[in-house]
């Protein structure tokens, strides 16, 4: 029987894409909702992985399994990195993505293509019920777009254009961006450590 792993998040795009790539393993990934958690996590770290730990951990206190969290957002280098960690929350946590989207592409009006650089970041955390904590980043290089561009992924994927692929995150299938995403890189150095953490090895 698969070994139950809770990911705390409420964000169904990332589920959907921590399924796909988990579904060769020994664990079985369930949502809070699946597993009858609701609760508001109050973010407050100051980077990408220590939000991450925030999450799972929060999780853990009413959890009997392995909890795993992510929190991942949008680096844009002509914005000083943001939004960054507040990417969920920038101009608004209930504004939506279009807006979103628009709003970072106001802000680069004019910008020349090669000044135009971002990044998808991700910091993985898995809590054991031992205490223990693992920990895994990854990231994707891409450029600003000038219009959004694609209608898989969600968040910022339509206006995050990779120059490897010619496409935006948004025009990949759910497999494709898992092999070339942040998410991905993350999830999988996450399966590897794991996979160690089985078998005795730190
Ligand atoms: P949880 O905290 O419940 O997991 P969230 O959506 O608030 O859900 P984060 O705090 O990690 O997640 O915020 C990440 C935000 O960064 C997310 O809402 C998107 O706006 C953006 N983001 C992260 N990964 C992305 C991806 O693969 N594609 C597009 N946008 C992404």
């Known amino acids: 029987m698969k070994e139950k792993i809770i990911f705390a998040t409420k964000n169904r795009g990332k589920i959907k894409e921590i399924n796909m790539i988990m579904e060769d393993t020994n664990y079985e990934v369930i949502s809070m ?9 109050v973010e407050d770290g100051s ?3 220590e939000n991450a730990i925030i999450k799972a951990k929060e999780v853990m206190k009413i959890a009997d399994c392995i909890v795993m969290a992510d929190d991942s957002g949008l680096e844009v280098d002509y914005l000083d990195k943001a939004p960054g960690i507040y990417s969920a929350r920038f101009g608004g ?3 939506s993505y279009r807006i979103k989207n628009k709003m970072i592409i106001d802000k680069l009006e004019g910008v020349e293509e090669k000044d135009r650089t971002a990044r998808f970041v991700c910091a993985i955390a898995a809590v054991f019920p031992d205490g223990e904590v693992l920990t895994t ?4 290089e891409g450029i600003i777009i000038h219009e959004e561009r694609g209608s898989n992924g969600f968040g910022y ?5 990779v120059p490897e692929y010619s ?3 948004a025009e990949m299938d759910n497999e494709s961006k898992n092999k070339i995403s942040h998410r991905g890189k993350a999830l999988r150095s996450m ?11 730190k």
């Open 33 to 41: 909702e699946d597993a009858g958690i609701d609760i508001d996590i």
């Open 167 to 169: 496409c935006t995150t």
């Open 157 to 161: 994927d339509p206006i995050f254009y």
């Open 47 to 49: 980077t990408f992985l």
């Open 137 to 140: 980043r990854g990231t994707v």
């Open 191 to 201: 399966k590897a450590k794991m996979e160690s953490h089985r078998n005795g090895c």
């Open 93 to 95: 946590e209930d504004t």
